[in-house]
Antibody
Framework: QVQLQESGPGLVKPSGTLSLTCAVS?????????WSWVRQPPGKGLEWIGE???????NYNPSLKSRVTISVDKSKNQFSLKLSSVTAADTAVYYC????????????????WGQGTLVTVSS | DIQMTQSPSSLSASVGDRVTITCQAS??????LNWYQQKPGKAPKLLIY???NLETGVPSRFSGSGSGTDFTFTISSLQPEDIATYYC?????????FGQGTKVEIK
């Protein structure tokens, strides 16, 4: 059973950089999946931030692309998110999730999620 | 970006009722649509993939249908444990986008 666990500071100052890590257990980050970040502002809906493949290939949401960097550390079986120049609008619960594509089953979805971590942007 | 519009934003129904949520895409996404359930304080959970396929272990009272731009999610007999917010999500194009959610409550 794959498990994901987010970690990082819960409070970031405005104009600073938000940094989170997602540790993957029960499976290899080098498997044929994309590893994603999704966020949810308090009381609002879900927003996809971006994703990374174990090769280092990345896809980002254009709305955040100029501020986002996602990286992978295969030796530690984890991946990370950095979001720069944060404002109060970046206050949200941040989830890491696995995007799995199983062509034979026609199945492509976020099938495993971390529990989420609240990051507040405030001075 | 492909915009996903869900309706209604919220609904209240009685236990045993049939509940239907719709999701409309701003362009044709074929059947590249998933449905998730999110309970308060929890991560989303995959219920339906590829518009109409039930994820393993998900009760059969949940179902999905549709293709192109119009999709439907149904709970055939609402149970107390189904209280949650439900989201559709398209994967035809990047960025992956979600509907705004439908909050389901018990009357």
């Amino acid at each position: 059973q794959v498990q994901l666990q987010e970690s990082g500071p819960g409070l970031v100052k405005p104009s600073g950089t938000l940094s989170l890590t997602c540790a993957v257990s029960g499976g290899s980050i080098s498997s044929s999946n994309w590893w994603s970040w999704v966020r949810q502002p308090p009381g609002k809906g879900l927003e996809w931030i971006g994703e990374i493949y174990h090769s280092g290939s990345t896809n980002y949401n254009p709305s955040l692309k100029s501020r986002v960097t996602i990286s992978v550390d295969k030796s530690k079986n984890q991946f990370s998110l950095k979001l720069s120049s944060v404002t109060a609008a970046d206050t949200a619960v941040y989830y890491c999730a696995r995007w799995a594509e199983i062509a034979a089953a026609g199945r492509s979805a976020f099938d495993y999620w971390g529990q989420g971590t609240l990051v507040t942007v405030s001075s | 970006d492909i915009q996903m519009t869900q309706s209604p934003s919220s609904l209240s129904a009685s236990v045993g009722d049939r509940v239907t949520i719709t999701c409309q895409a701003s362009q044709d996404i074929s059947n590249y649509l998933n449905w998730y359930q999110q309970k308060p304080g929890k991560a989303p959970k995959l219920l339906i993939y590829d518009a109409s396929n039930l994820e393993t272990g998900v009760p059969s009272r949940f179902s999905g249908s549709g293709s192109g731009t119009d999709f439907t999610f149904t709970i055939s007999s609402l149970q107390p444990e189904d209280i949650a917010t439900y989201y559709c999500q398209q994967y035809d194009n990047l960025p992956r986008t979600f509907g705004q959610g439908t909050k389901v409550e018990i009357k």
